[in-house]
């Protein structure tokens, strides 16, 4: 790989260039080189292993997929990247090559997840050599200024001057390669650690093992002295201290930047929820329009897009059906310029990546505007392909009065569309019989159209398939609650809203029954999300939002479903799991859900913080942090800090907030920062969402994420977290808390 291998990017089968791809000496960046020669300067594009989301091997994309007959498969890759970047495709030289880059990279890739915060310092070096201008493998004043705004940190001359001198111990004027990691370890120091460490230790020097338990006590942790000389042979750096069982301010450092102190509870990554409910006690992770990379009037459909959504624990993808040419079903947003990809691509594509991120069940929500034809083929390719993945009859010893479990449901694929009861006779003309969802079917009876008797638009093939997600039209929540729970109903965003308002505790009740799947509105051209929160508080399982989409609400359905090892299921706190419960989210107090707590939070700092993208390369950001809670309406809150001038590096806040939380099994906490700016709305720089209960108190930091969901590291923010049971009543928290959104 360092040594570089030609080789072939496929855009098309009429699109294909040679390039020369190329390892560079920092290990994590790929660079790629055009072989042709004009007058123009020669196109090099590089990417780092940290933007990619994973390699495949074969024809696995669409494009090579469509070449599958014209290329050799074991010759072929694709490197996928995180956000919006397409993918690349290639054509090695040789199946050997092929295998030589696909291993080398996920290899790469493996590295750098695991890599310590030591090893990911150690990558200072590596950036201040390419702010050497003049390769010569030392570094000017001018040339170090040049690495103080690639690293985003802005020093005054007097300050940056004198830590030059104090790193140029050969007084020549320029730093070398030892110098320069010096001067990259002083412009790492942490003072605001420095002060924990001194508070907790005996003679602020080292800790002692009874030290640093006694600190990871107060932190909430349930420490022992093994676990404090585990933490030693771990995170210490200093060898004497490691054989005498102490950690000094360095060794404190790594541990407090480790991923064991993440202000994300770790026993939340993996399933710890009980998974022997019934499939309606469950939030379950939606995606709508799954097929689409952008908007619903031009976008592309992708099956692409249904490995992203399925990749990120997604349990419930939508296939919007229409009849496609020769018979064949094509999947795209009808009647609009959008492309189309064949409905046997997608099935293909479901079938092979619906249970890699995630064991438990994934349901197939159909918007079927096909021909009964075109369903009977829809109904032929879903056997054929997902097999014995596929439900076709209820789980035998199963009761009729509940839905069956996601662990019942393990490993299989449900189909939720219409079901009918009797199919005698039926034409060829199209069917609409799913399409109502979309236009909203609130207080609706199930047909538009009148119907000869003894007439269906369904192929009985498709009908078949429809065992435990029916739907059926809502009309009242008396009507409802007499159906079976097999039954489940469709509401627009709005219509959701209004019930939530009007009758949020009969929509509880419902979701306590059955599920409902909540859609947005079609007026959302741009694939814009509403807010997934205002859902969930109602107990509302499929909240079905734009993946491709990124922003709050998508940081909010991603924070919600961080938990519970990432498998697309949070099961509902026991309030919502009682058919009979009293809870409201219009009016919580006094009743079963609220539980009040006082939530402290301390945001004391960040640690390389980006400029946005499209900033230009000489400025700096002022950044500022906001904390949100987003929960039941008395709960939703944020407040934010003060801006920081000109400091991206290492700015420092140390601003306390207090939050009454009062619905705490609800709540969301997100984590903002954005670079203040007068003149305009500010920027966005990184965020995380997680549960209120998945929060760790003590001090802890905060891994940023990018706007699309990905990691930011190693940005991220200092915190201490403080939980207490709160007597503040209603009236006091609504008169002393700041102004909400």
Known sequence: MLQGSSMVKVRSARWQKQRTLKLLDDGVTVWCQSQKTSSRAKEQQSFSVMEVECVREGCQSETLRRMADSVPEGQCLTVVFKGPRKSLDLLCSSQEEAQHWIRGIRTLQERVDNMTHKEKLDQYPSTAHRADQNRDDKMSYEEVQTLLRMINVDLSDQYARSLFQKCDRSADGRLDHEEIEVFCKELLRRPELDAVFIRYSANSCVLSTVDLRDFLREQGEDASLTHSQSLILTYELNEWAQRNQFMTPNGFTMYMLSKENCVFNP????????????????????????????????????????????????????????????????????????????????????????????????????????SVEQQAVMARHLKAILGDKLLLKPLPGLKSTSLPSPEDLKGKILVKGKKEKVVEEYPSSSSDLDSSEEEGSYGKSSGKKDKKPGVSKLSPELSELVVYTRSVPFKSFEHAAKNPPTDMCSFSESEALRLSKDSGMHFVRLNCHQISRIYPSGQRFQSSNYNPQEMWNTGCQIVALNFQTSGEPMDLNQGRFLQNGLCGFVLKPPFMRQPRTSFNPENVGGGPAHRPLLLTVQVISAQQLPKPEW???????????????????IDNIKKKTHHVDNNGFNPRWDCTFNFTVHVPDLALVRFVVEDHDYTSSNDFLGQFTLPFTSLRTGYRHVRLLKLDGSSLSPASLFIHVKITPSERSLSQAMHSEPPRF
């Open 615 to 633: 900033d230009k390369p000489s400025s700096i950001v002022d950044p500022q942090v906001l904390v949100e809670i987003h929960g039941v309406p």
């Open 267 to 370: 026993e939340h990554l993996r399933v710890y929820q009980d998974m022997n409910q019934p499939l309606s006690h469950y939030f379950i992770s939606s995606s709508h329009n799954t097929y689409l990379t952008k908007d619903q009037l031009t976008g592309d459909s992708s099956t692409e897009s249904y490995i992203r959504a399925l990749s990120h624990g997604c349990r419930c993808v939508e296939l919007d059906c229409w009849d496609g040419d020769g018979g064949e079903p094509v999947i795209y947003h009808g009647h609009t310029l959008t492309s189309k990809v064949p409905f046997v691509e997608v099935i293909k594509t479901i079938n092979e990546y619906a249970f890699k991120a995630s064991p438990y069940p994934l349901i197939l929500s159909l918007e079927n505007h096909c």
